[in-house]
């Protein structure tokens, strides 16, 4: 049987030398504990504004329960990023709007393409019937590969070489909406918040998919790599600046070292994370739970 998911994003976000489990490995409750944490946190990508913002935390917490015994910090630590991370933990609705449309971001290399696949299983698996969208009309291989999703799927795909990304996206709206679709999930092309061209064109798109519906899109998804740390917050900025972000997917979360930027992100730039990606199968999708996580990360 393969390893249960709770316990590969274990082992994942434990991949670095700085783990926070050993910072409570020792016998005292001293301000060396509090340093190593502090290192142990900004190790795992945490940023130094929610770094600090949990050591405060923590030690209100310490002071409150009167604890004694690192092992009782570690648990208020969970208890911390638990509360933390809290904000982030909401659910993906579809079946408000009819048909949902759900515009799917991320640079290259994220997870983009494979997470879209696995959401397309989680939806039709709950019942939905669903249309995606090549909004990449540029790379021949990302429409191959979100064709395979499609077929390994059973589900209908819009895509058409060289075209428009906005009018395609436009059509499958469109076709969405004459097929009495429940969901239209458009894959738009992996790029890098550097390229103001490429970013402009997801504002262009987001704009056109209003226009084939008024209330759309529904949600914009970004899909993050859980390995980029810092990097990924910044993409969070980025991409919600160009395209107003609605939720977040991240991935790779069972190979990382910096499981920590989801603290980061709760902080400085709090977007609802949908699901968490932990592993390249399809049923390596898990909707985000802030306690899980949070003892996952603490170990
Ligand atoms: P895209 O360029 O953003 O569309 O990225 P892909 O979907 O092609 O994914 C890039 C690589 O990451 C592929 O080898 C995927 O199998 C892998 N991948 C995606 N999500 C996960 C995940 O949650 N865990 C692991 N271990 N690998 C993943």
């Known amino acids: ?46 940023g130094v504004a929610a770094t600090d913002y949990l050591l405060q935390d923590l030690k209100r917490r310490v002071k409150e329960t009167r604890a004694t015994q690192p092992a009782q910090v570690k648990a208020l630590l969970q208890d911390a990023i638990a509360d933390l991370l809290a904000p982030l933990e909401r659910p993906l609705v579809v079946g408000v709007y009819h048909p949902t449309v759900i515009m799917v971001a991320g640079v290259n290399g994220a997870g983009k393409t494979t997470s879209i696949g696995k959401l397309t299983k989680h939806l ?32 209908e795909i819009i895509s058409q070489q060289g075209a428009d990304p906005s009018a395609v996206s436009f059509d499958a709206v469109a076709a969405g909406r004459a097929r009495d679709m429940d969901v239209v999930l458009v894959d738009t092309a992996g790029r890098l918040p550097t390229q103001k061209h490429l970013m402009e064109e997801l504002t262009k798109i987001r704009r056109v998919v209003t226009k084939a519906d008024v209330t759309a899109p529904h949600e914009v998804i970004l899909v993050i790599d859980g390995n980029t740390g810092q990097n990924g917050l910044a ?33 400085e730039k709090p977007v609802p994370v949908y699901f968490i990606g932990v592993g390249e199968q399809l049923e390596d999708l898990q909707t985000f739970n ?4 949070a003892q996952a990360l603490v170990g």
């Open 1 to 46: 049987a393969r390893v249960g998911w709770m316990d590969r994003l274990k082992s994942g976000l434990k991949r670095t030398g700085g783990s926070i489990t050993t910072v409570f490995t020792g016998t005292q409750i001293d301000e060396a504990l509090y340093e190593d944490l502090e290192a142990a946190l900004l190790m795992a990508d945490s």
């Open 124 to 155: 039709a698996d709950a019942g939905a019937t669903v249309l995606l969208a090549a909004a990449d009309t540029f790379r021949a291989a990302a429409r191959e590969q979100l064709a395979v999703w499609a077929n390994r799927n059973q589900v």
């Open 235 to 267: 993409q969070v900025k980025a991409f919600d600046d160009s395209a107003k972000l609605t939720g977040l997917v991240v991935t790779k979360l069972d190979g990382t070292a910096k499981g920590g930027v989801l603290c980061a992100i709760a902080r």
């Open 290 to 293: 802030a306690r899980e996580f």
